[in-house]
């Protein structure tokens, strides 16, 4: 078989493209992969909430469903800009992804009664 130089070329693009394609789809692979999925439920009644804490992996997909057993509470995480309201005798889901290691607070801010007050909590982002 005779080799030419365009053929050459065409084989030297093919090796060439290869080995920049290759590294990239290996490393890109393992980063790819979807977060884990973790799911609570928060009870909020006689202002409290139940569970107070809950934990969680860094990067870890977070559901929420807070649910209110009484009157209309509200759940706030600053950090994560997150303020849903809870209707008296409903719920309300969310989902975030967990961000850096720490521990995130949560309380009630409303402020029609002094007891949304009393009710902190905290979400537990532990590092990978």
């Known amino acids: ?28 692979a393992g ?18 909430y139940s569970p107070t804490r809950i934990e969680v992996t860094q990067d870890d997909l977070v ?22 309201r809870v209707p008296a005798g409903g719920s309300t889901t969310f989902e975030f992804q967990a961000g850096r290691p720490s521990a995130f607070p949560f309380y009630c801010g409303l402020t029609g009664q002094p007891g949304h007050r ?5 979400v537990v982002v532990r590092s990978k």
């Open 1 to 28: 078989m005779r080799i030419t130089r365009r053929s050459l070329g065409l084989i030297l693009i093919g090796v060439g493209g290869a080995m920049v394609v290759r590294p990239l789809l290996a490393r890109g």
């Open 31 to 48: 980063q790819d992969q979807a977060p884990n999925r973790r799911e609570f439920t928060i009870v909020a009644k006689d202002y409290q």
């Open 63 to 84: 559901k929420l469903t807070i649910r209110s057993e009484d009157i209309a509470h509200s759940f706030t995480i600053d950090e994560y800009r997150i303020s849903k």
């Open 118 to 122: 009393t009710m902190p909590g905290a």
